[in-house]
């Protein structure tokens, strides 16, 4: 069964850096559209960037040229790099296959103080 577990998350000032990991199993990233999402408080959850079975990478308008998205196909892993974080990008983040059927992980959680 397909297990997606993400990591990276905490704590950072407005301007600085982090980067997200999903840990895959059950799927196989390099063959799947993969994506990571995004929750903040009282808000639906959002696509903000994926990366295409061709490596081709998309993003949200709110997070183009501060985000990068990448993957590791020998460890079955996608990444998210963050730069020039905003308090507004404080949420709750997941990786998610695009399209194929998933159980969602239990994201991790992303505070920009201001």
């Known amino acids: 069964q397909v297990q997606l577990v993400e990591s990276g998350g905490g704590l950072v000032q407005a301007g600085g850096s982090l980067r997200l990991s999903c840990a895959a199993s059950g799927v196989a990233v390099m063959f799947n559209a993969m994506g990571w999402y995004r929750q903040a408080p009282g808000k639906q959850r959002g696509l903000v960037a994926h990366i295409t079975s061709d490596s081709v990478p998309n993003y949200a308008d709110s997070v183009k040229g501060r985000f990068s998205i990448s993957r590791d196909n020998a460890k079955n892993t996608v990444y998210l790099q963050m730069n020039t974080l905003k308090p507004e990008d404080t949420a709750v983040y997941y990786c998610?296959?695009?399209?194929?059927?998933?159980?969602w992980g239990q994201g991790t959680q992303v505070i920009v103080s201001s």
């Open positions: 998610h296959p695009l399209t194929y059927p998933a159980p």
